[in-house]
């Protein structure tokens, strides 16, 4: 049986684009991959997403890009880290 991803709605995520960037935390070596909205947990206006890669030679950053940009429904290449591309707090920029 294929595991059945649960993402916030796409509409939900762009609402906290602001200036096209979007400001995540990131947790590598999670259990299961996930986003969740600021509310529910994570810092303040942070998008939280789990993923289950290592942190390893950018496997943390690839899997985030493919979880988000099939959460929002875009292609990956779109999607870009900006800044903190060694840290757990990035920011990524979102066409408009």
Do not use: C, Q, W, Y
């Not at 993402?7 to 979007?22: H, M, W, Y």
């Not at 890669?53 to 099939?70: F, H, Q, R, W, Y």
């Amino acid at each position: 049986m294929a595991k059945k991803n649960h993402f916030p709605l796409a509409t939900e995520i762009l609402s906290l684009v602001k200036d096209g960037e979007l400001t995540i935390k990131v947790v590598p070596n999670a259990g299961k991959n996930s986003i969740a909205m600021p509310k529910e947990a994570g810092p303040a206006g942070a998008l939280l997403i789990r993923v289950t890669a290592t942190p390893e030679d950018g496997k943390a950053n690839i899997a985030v890009l493919k979880l988000l940009s099939k959460a929002l429904r875009l292609p990956k290449s779109s999607l870009a880290i900006v800044r903190g591309n060694n840290a757990r707090n990035k920011v990524i920029t979102i066409p408009h």
